[in-house]
């Protein structure tokens, strides 16, 4: 079983900053993606960034440079700083782990989300 651990969300007034932090554990071989979706009400979920095994990341054309994913393969684990938010990036964000490899199955799992705040 694998869990997923998310951990940062709040409250903020724009052009603030925040990090969010995730955590993959328990029968975990390899990683294949680890990254943050968000989703706001009333809207789809749309990746904010990721990044894959081989440290190259990718991010969501609204993010223009403002936010950077890192990654620590051997936790699993990745942090999201967010810098200079604005209202519109209110949001739940959920950090998900793809192509998990247990020993027999690829799987993807999701975090239960976490709420970011940006006030103007």
């Known amino acids: 079983q694998v869990q997923v651990t998310e951990s940062g969300g709040g409250l903020v007034q724009a052009g603030e900053s925040l990090t969010l932090a995730c955590r993959g554990s328990?029968?975990?071989?390899?990683?294949?993606?680890l990254g943050w979706y968000r989703q706001a009400p009333g809207k789809q979920r749309d990746l904010v960034a990721a990044?894959?095994?081989?440290?190259?990341?990718s991010y969501g054309d609204f993010v223009k440079g403002r936010f950077t994913i890192t990654r620590d393969g051997a936790k699993n684990a990745i942090n999201l700083r967010m810098n200079d938010l604005e209202p519109e990036d209110t949001a739940i964000y959920y950090c998900?782990?793809?192509?998990?490899?247990?020993?027999?199955?690829?799987?993807?799992?999701w975090g239960q989300g976490t709420q970011v705040n940006v006030s103007a």
């Open positions: 328990g029968s975990i071989s390899s990683v294949s993606l």
């Open positions: 990044i894959g095994r081989d440290g190259r990341a």
């Open positions: 998900a782990l793809k192509g998990v490899w247990d020993g027999r199955a690829f799987t993807d799992y």
